[in-house]
């Protein structure tokens, strides 16, 4: 079965390398129609796969869907397999929308330059890669080996889900973040950004380069104090940890809710890496609007309450909706996420109109 994961991290890698390679070799500003059409290829790309999913599982490609899926103790079909898919998927990409609003944070508050925000992001995603990788192959043995851990993750998704419902969101400033001051007393951190670089060595021609074209070098006091070939971290590369340890944080909630799902490693990797993979562009097609979708963050609070419920409830619900089962949970889940976001344009409208 190791066939199909070297055929599906390969043709990542590859897109990855096209990305930054290619289409992103030099730093610019990404538009709204730029991040929109990518943000639709990615999306294309995310459920076309699972019509690859459906024959694989179908006809066994490679040992795919010869296994008893641990969650509900069945064997995954072409069918099924597509649906438990689509499921994760659509819980995977609508929970890193939450991301967006922490990344546009750290962003604004650090005053990242926009020429530079992809490249933070490709760099930021692809660490996320390998942490989620890692987080999945662990949940994966978990579940197979303690199925009552699948109750212990519904109670923890219930639990988020009504935090997230009842408490505020207080802003607060990276800045004044516990793990930047970590950054800031144990490591040399530039005051300003030097170009793209995450990392300048002092008295190199990298500590002297501006941040954009044509501005002026402002003398940077904690490069101009370094003795000659130290090296210094960027306010680019403070942003980059940033990133990282909020997919870290944001990973703890997701990846329990696509165990709700399936634990067959293959689904739960493959989704989660195509939801990430569209976040940069979703980032930079959204991070304009985010004020817009107010209604949003409850949407994603009620479907993590769901999934929560349903790994608690998964029996009693699969013997009251029978075959149908995974596709009502699909239904439920893409309704709220709709309902949210077009409950936030419509009030949104009625306030500008107002």
Not at 339 to 352: A, F, H, M, W
């Amino acid at each position: 079965m190791i066939l199909p994961w070297v055929i599906f991290i390969g043709f990542v890698f590859l897109m990855l390398a096209l990305d930054l390679g290619v289409f992103h070799r030099k730093s610019h500003v990404v538009g709204f129609k730029e991040s929109l059409g990518w943000s639709a290829i990615w999306i294309t790309l995310g459920l076309s796969f699972s019509i690859l999913v459906y024959f694989g599982y179908e006809y066994h490609w490679s040992g795919l869907g010869m296994s008893v899926d641990a969650v509900d103790g069945v064997v995954n079909n072409g069918k099924l397999a597509a649906t438990k898919y689509l499921t994760g998927y659509v819980v995977e990409k609508s929970l890193s929308v939450d991301n967006i609003f922490v990344i546009a944070m750290v962003f604004g508050s650090l005053a990242v330059p926009a020429r530079y925000q992809h490249r933070v992001l490709f760099w930021g995603i692809l660490g996320a890669l390998a942490m989620r990788g890692a987080m999945i192959g662990v949940g994966s043995a978990l579940v197979h080996n303690f199925h009552w851990i699948l109750y212990v993750f519904g109670v923890f998704l219930i639990v988020t889900a009504i935090k997230m419902l009842v408490m505020d969101d207080k802003e607060e400033h990276p800045e004044n973040n516990a793990l930047v001051r970590w950054i800031t007393k144990r490591f040399p951190v530039t005051r300003n950004f030097h170009g793209q670089h995450f990392l300048v060595k002092a008295g190199s021609s990298q500590s002297h380069e501006a941040a954009e074209p044509g501005e002026v070098v402002v003398a940077d006091p904690v490069v101009d104090a370094a003795p000659a070939g130290k090296w210094m971290l960027t306010p680019l590369a403070v942003a980059l940890i940033l990133v990282e340890v909020t997919d870290l944080i944001f990973a703890v909630d997701s990846i329990p809710a696509i165990f709700s799902i399936t634990a067959d490693p293959f689904l739960v990797f493959t989704s989660n890496v195509f939801a990430i993979l569209g976040l940069r562009s979703l980032y930079f097609a959204l991070a304009g609007m985010i004020a817009k979708f107010q209604y949003l963050k409850p949407a994603l609070s009620l479907i993590l309450l769901v999934v929560g419920v349903k790994m608690l409830a998964a029996k009693w619900l699969k013997v009251w909706l029978g075959d149908s089962f995974n596709f009502v949970i699909l239904g439920v889940i893409l309704g709220i996420l709709a309902t949210g976001v077009v409950t936030s344009l419509l009030v949104g409208k009625k306030q500008s109109d107002g």
